[in-house]
C-alpha cells in the first residue's frame, strides 16, 4: 500500500520536473539563438527566474483561500499556458517573443505556479516518513531524463521532435498531478502549532533568512557558469542533470534515514559549491565545474523544499507557504544575475563570507529547531506513559492512544501497527470506556501535559 502510493507520486514528480527542465532548456538555448549574449542571459537568468518567483506568488494567494478546485483548474490551465508559450518560442525567431513566451512558461510550468501545486500534493498524500526518497527520487528520475533526451542529436527537425516529446510530458504530468490533488489530511500527522515556544511565524522567519543565505551561495556558482559558457549552454545544462541525480537521491536516503546527518550534512555540502567557483576562477574545465557544483547542490535542493513543507505536515492551515523555499531562492538567482558584473570579481571572496554566516545559522537552526523536536517527541512518550499509567491502559491501547492523539483515523493506526482496523476500533472503544472520554476532551489533556 506505502510502496505503491510512494511510486505513484515518485511518477508524477519526474513527468512534472523533466516537462518543466526540458522546455526550460529548450527555451533557454532558443533565446541564445536569436538574441545577443548579454540579452540572452538577463533573460535567462534575471527575468526567467523573476517570473518563477513571480509563478510561485500566484500561486500562494489561490491557494490560501483553500479551495481545491480552484487550485486545480488554474493549474491545467497555467500549465497549457506554458505549453502554447513553448510551442510559440520552438517555431518564432522574434526576440522579444522568445524571451516572452520564456517568461510565461517559468512563471505557469513546474518551475513557478507548479512548484507550489507539486509540494502541496506531496504534504497531502505522503507520508512524512518517506517523503526524502519519494522527493528526491521523482526529481532525480526528471533530471535524468533531461539529460538522456538532451543527448539526441535531432538538428534538422529539433523543433518538431522537441515539441512531440514535450506534448507528451505535458500530457501525462497534467493528467495524473490534476487528478491527485484533493484535500484529505494525507497520510502524515499534523503537529501542534508551536514548539517549546518556537512558533510557526518565529520559524518561518528563520527559515526564510537561512534559504536566503543558502540561495544566494548557490545562485553565484549556478549562474556564473552559464554567464561563462553561453555556447556551451545546452550541453552544460543537460549533463549536469546526471550529476544532480545522483546528489538529490544521496541527500534524499540520509534525510529519510536520520535527519540529524542530513542537518550536518548541509552546511557540509555548500563547501562544494565554493570548490566549485574556486575551478570557475582558475579556468578549469565546465563540465568539472559543473560536476562538482551539482553533486552537492541536491542537499540544498531537498532542504528549500523540506524546510517549508514541514509547515504544513505541522499545521494543514499553512499549506499554501510551503513553496516559499523555491520562491526566495528564485529572487535570489535574479538579484544575483543583475549584479554578477559586479559581484564576478571578488566572487569566491563574497562566497566564503556567505558560507560562513550560512553555516553559523545553519547549526542555529539544528540546535533550535530539531533539537527542540527530538525533545518533544522524547517527552510525548512520556505523557503517553503518564495517560497510560493514570487511566489503566494496556501496551497496545497506549500506543493506539498515541496515534489517535495527532489525528490518524482507524485504517491508518492499523497500518501503522500491523493490525486490522477490526482490532483498532476495539482498542479505541477501551480507551474510551476506561478513560470516560472522548478524542476531542483527551488531546486537550494530552497537549496540556505537554
Known amino acids: 500500500m506505502e510502496l505503491k502510493n510512494n511510486l505513484k507520486y515518485i511518477a508524477i514528480l519526474s513527468l512534472?520536473?523533466?516537462?518543466?527542465?526540458?522546455?526550460?532548456?529548450?527555451?533557454?538555448?532558443?533565446i541564445r539563438e536569436v538574441a545577443s549574449t548579454d540579452h540572452a542571459g538577463l533573460v535567462v537568468v534575471v527575468f526567467a527566474s523573476f517570473s518563477m518567483a513571480a509563478g510561485i506568488l500566484?500561486?500562494?494567494?489561490?491557494?490560501k483561500k483553500k479551495n481545491v478546485g480552484i487550485i486545480r483548474n488554474f493549474y491545467l490551465l497555467f500549465l497549457i499556458v506554458s505549453f502554447i508559450s513553448y510551442v510559440l518560442s520552438v517555431f518564432n525567431s522574434n526576440t522579444y517573443v522568445v524571451a516572452i513566451c520564456l517568461c510565461v512558461s517559468s512563471a505557469f510550468a513546474t518551475g513557478g505556479f507548479g512548484v507550489?501545486?507539486?509540494?502541496?500534493?506531496?504534504?497531502?498524500?505522503?507520508?512524512?516518513?518517506?517523503?526524502?526518497r519519494v522527493f528526491t527520487?521523482?526529481?532525480?528520475?526528471?533530471?535524468?531524463?533531461?539529460?538522456?533526451?538532451?543527448?539526441?542529436?535531432?538538428?534538422?527537425?529539433?523543433?518538431?521532435?522537441?515539441?512531440?516529446?514535450?506534448?507528451?510530458?505535458?500530457?501525462?504530468?497534467a493528467t495524473f498531478a490534476y487528478s491527485s490533488f484533493k484535500s484529505g489530511e494525507g497520510e502524515a500527522p499534523a503537529y501542534e502549532?508551536?514548539?517549546r515556544g518556537l512558533s510557526i511565524k518565529k520559524y518561518f522567519f528563520f527559515l526564510s533568512i537561512l534559504v536566503l543565505f543558502a540561495a544566494t551561495l548557490t545562485a553565484l556558482t549556478q549562474d556564473f557558469v552559464g554567464f561563462y559558457s553561453f555556447e556551451q549552454t545546452k550541453t552544460w545544462f543537460g549533463d549536469s542533470r546526471i550529476y544532480y541525480s545522483i546528489g538529490l537521491i544521496l541527500a534524499g536516503l540520509i534525510y529519510d534515514i536520520k535527519k540529524e546527518i542530513f542537518y550536518i550534512c548541509l552546511p557540509v555540502s555548500f563547501i562544494g559549491q565554493l570548490i566549485a567557483l574556486l575551478l570557475l576562477n582558475q579556468s578549469i574545465s565546465i563540465d568539472a565545474v559543473s560536476a562538482v557544483s551539482y553533486l552537492f547542490i541536491g542537499f540544498f535542493s531537498l532542504f528549500r523544499a523540506v524546510g517549508f513543507i514541514e509547515m504544513g505536515y505541522r499545521n494543514k492551515k499553512y499549506l499554501y507557504l510551503i513553496a516559499c523555499g523555491?520562491?526566495?531562492?528564485?529572487?535570489?538567482?535574479?538579484?544575483?544575475?543583475?549584479?554578477?558584473?559586479?559581484?564576478?570579481?571578488?566572487?569566491?571572496?563574497?562566497?566564503?563570507l556567505a558560507a560562513a554566516l550560512l553555516i553559523g545559522f545553519m547549526w542555529i537552526y539544528m540546535f533550535n529547531f530539531h533539537k527542540?523536536?527530538?525533545n518533544q517527541k522524547s517527552e510525548e512518550k512520556d505523557m503517553l506513559k503518564e495517560l497510560s499509567?493514570?487511566?489503566?491502559?494496556?501496551?497496545?491501547?497506549?500506543?493506539?492512544?498515541g496515534f489517535l492523539v495527532q489525528d490518524y483515523t482507524k485504517k491508518e493506526i492499523a497500518e501503522e501497527m500491523v493490525l486490522s482496523v477490526n482490532t483498532i476500533k476495539v482498542h479505541v472503544t477501551n480507551i474510551y470506556k476506561k478513560t470516560g472520554l472522548g478524542k476531542s476532551e483527551l488531546k486537550a489533556i494530552y497537549y496540556k501535559k505537554g
Open 326 to 352: 523555491m520562491f526566495f531562492e528564485r529572487i535570489v538567482e535574479g538579484v544575483v544575475g543583475i549584479a554578477e558584473r559586479a559581484i564576478l570579481s571578488n566572487v569566491f571572496v563574497v562566497s566564503i
Open 58 to 63: 500566484i500561486f500562494t494567494i489561490i491557494s
Open 116 to 132: 507550489g501545486y507539486l509540494f502541496s500534493i506531496m504534504a497531502l498524500n505522503v507520508n512524512a516518513k518517506y517523503f526524502g
Open 16 to 30: 512534472s520536473f523533466f516537462y518543466s527542465s526540458y522546455i526550460y532548456l529548450n527555451q533557454s538555448t532558443r
Open 389 to 401: 499509567i493514570e487511566y489503566g491502559l494496556s501496551g497496545q491501547e497506549e500506543k493506539v492512544l
Open 193 to 195: 502549532e508551536n514548539l
Open 137 to 173: 527520487i521523482g526529481y532525480a528520475i526528471g533530471s535524468a531524463l533531461v539529460f538522456l533526451v538532451s543527448r539526441i542529436n535531432m538538428e534538422s527537425n529539433f523543433g518538431l521532435f522537441s515539441t512531440i516529446v514535450a506534448a507528451i510530458a505535458f500530457f501525462f504530468s
Open 372 to 374: 527542540t523536536i527530538s
